[in-house]
C-alpha cells in the first residue's frame, strides 16, 4: 500500500511539474503575441490538469486546507467538486482540439471547410460553455459530499480518510449517472472518429508525398509522427477513462470502500493528465526550441 502511494505521489508530482511548465510556456507565448490559435485552449487544459491533479484525492491540496485550518467538511466538499470539474473540463477540452485539428487540417473540398475561418469564434463559445456545463452538472458533489463520522456509515461510504459520499436518492444518482454516462460516451465517440478522420487525412498525404519523392530519401515523416501522436493520446486516454469508469462504478453499486482500490484508481486517472504534457513537450518545436536554448545557455555559464 505504502508503495502504491509513494509511486502516486511521484506520478501526481511529475504531471504537476510539466504541466506547470507548459502553463508558463503558453503564457508567455500568449503574452508575447507569438501564440498559435488553440494556446489559449491548450494553456486552459494545463491549468485544469494541475488543479486535478492537486485534488485527485486526498492529496497536497488537503494537505494545504488542513494546515489553513479549514473545516474538514468545507475541505471535502471544495476538493472533490473541483477535482469532478476538472475531469469533466479535461474530457471536453480534449474532445474539442480533436475537432478543432480535424477542421484545420481537413481539404478545402470537405464539408469541414467551411467552418474553418469562423473556427476561433466557435472555440470561444465551445470554452465558455465548457466551463459553464461542467461547473453545473458537478454541482452535485456540493451536497452530496462532506467530512467522514461515525455516525451513521450505512448511509455514507468513505473515499478517503476524512471524506466520505453520502447515499443519493436512486432517482437523483441514475439521473446523474446516466446524464454523466451519455457525455462521456459521446464524447470519446466524437474524439474516436475524429481521429480515425485525420488519421486518413495525413496517411492519404503521406502516400501522395512517396510520389513525389525517392523511396531511398524518405524519412519518418511529419504526418507520420502526428499520426502515431494522435492515436497514442487517443487510445490511452480511452483506456484509462474506462478503466476509471468501472472501478468507480462497481464501488458506487457495492457501496464498498477499499484503500488499494481507491489508490488504484488515483494512479489511472492521474495518468492521463501526467502523460499528456510530456507528449507535447516533445511533440512541439517551439517548446523544444526553448530548452535547447535553455540548455546551451546553461552550458555557457558553467
Not at 127 to 142: E, G, K, P, Q
Not at 250 to 258: A, K, V
Amino acid at each position: 500500500m505504502s508503495s502504491l502511494t509513494n509511486i502516486l505521489y511521484f506520478q501526481a508530482g511529475l504531471g504537476i511539474l510539466a504541466n506547470t511548465f507548459l502553463l508558463c510556456f503558453y503564457t508567455f507565448t500568449i503574452l508575447g503575441h507569438r501564440s498559435k490559435p488553440m494556446d489559449l485552449t491548450s494553456c486552459q487544459l494545463t491549468f485544469a490538469h494541475i488543479l486535478f491533479l492537486l485534488t485527485g484525492g486526498d492529496n497536497w491540496l488537503a494537505v494545504i486546507l488542513e494546515s489553513l485550518n479549514i473545516e474538514n467538511d468545507f475541505k471535502c466538499k471544495a476538493i472533490f467538486y473541483t477535482s469532478r470539474v476538472m475531469r469533466g473540463f479535461s474530457i471536453c477540452i480534449t474532445c474539442l482540439l480533436s475537432v478543432f485539428q480535424a477542421v484545420t487540417i481537413s481539404p478545402h473540398t470537405s464539408l469541414l471547410a467551411k467552418f474553418k475561418h469562423k473556427l476561433n469564434t466557435y472555440i470561444f463559445y465551445a470554452v465558455l460553455y465548457i466551463w459553464f456545463f461542467n461547473f453545473l452538472a458537478n454541482s452535485h458533489m456540493i451536497f452530496y459530499v462532506g467530512g467522514f463520522n461515525n455516525v451513521s456509515e450505512t448511509n455514507q461510504m468513505r473515499v478517503t480518510q476524512s471524506c466520505s459520499l453520502f447515499l443519493m436518492n436512486y432517482v437523483i444518482s441514475g439521473l446523474i449517472f446516466t446524464v454523466t454516462t451519455f457525455r462521456d460516451v459521446f464524447l470519446v465517440g466524437v474524439m474516436l472518429i475524429t481521429s480515425a478522420y485525420i488519421v486518413i487525412i495525413l496517411f492519404r498525404h503521406q502516400r501522395h508525398c512517396r510520389h513525389l519523392h525517392s523511396i531511398r530519401h524518405l524519412r519518418v515523416s511529419p504526418e507520420k509522427r502526428a499520426t502515431q501522436t494522435i492515436l497514442l493520446l487517443v487510445v490511452f486516454f480511452v483506456v484509462m477513462y474506462w478503466v476509471d469508469f468501472i472501478i468507480s462504478s462497481t464501488s458506487l453499486l457495492l457501496w464498498m470502500y477499499d484503500p488499494v482500490i481507491l489508490t488504484v484508481q488515483k494512479l489511472v486517472v492521474t495518468a492521463y493528465p501526467t502523460i499528456t504534457p510530456l507528449v507535447q513537450i516533445s511533440s512541439d518545436k517551439r517548446v523544444i526550441n526553448v530548452l535547447k536554448n535553455s540548455q546551451s545557455k546553461c552550458q555557457q555559464i558553467f
